[in-house]
Nanobody
Framework: VQLVESGGGLVQPGGSLRLSCAAS????????MTWYRQAPGKERELVAT????????YYADSVKGRFTISNDNARNTVYLQMNSLKPEDTAVYYC?????????WGQGTQVTVSS
């Protein structure tokens, strides 16, 4: 089982990034996929979720209107499009897959928003 995040990097305030999380080793379409992030000295927080049934989405208030989560079942990949980035979005972003009591995590990708 693998979740491999990519797409992080350094971006100026107001810029955009698209994170990808490529999944393998499990039935991707059965899992609810979530992006979390963790900033230095802070707890990990949920950023966005897309459910396995119906593809409903949920966003943290801090990113609502700026971030968009989507998935591609044919590619076993979940994306996080991040627009209008702010310095407070700086964190390590993690991909999570959850189905019943099963949880998988990626290794994380660093996003730094700075001028």
């Amino acid at each position: 089982v693998q979740l491999v995040e990519s797409g992080g990097g350094l971006v100026q305030p107001g810029g955009s990034l698209r994170l990808s999380c490529a999944a393998s080793g499990f039935t991707f379409s059965r899992y609810t996929m979530t992006w979390y992030r963790q900033a230095p000295g802070k707890e990990r927080e949920l950023v966005a979720t897309i459910t396995r049934v119906g593809g409903s989405t949920y966003y943290a208030d801090s990113v609502k209107g700026r971030f968009t989560i989507s998935n591609d079942n044919a590619r076993n990949t979940v994306y996080l499009q991040m627009n209008s980035l702010k310095p407070e979005d700086t964190a390590v972003y993690y991909c999570n897959a959850r189905y019943l009591k099963t949880d998988y995590w990626g290794q994380g990708t660093q996003v730094t928003v700075s001028s």
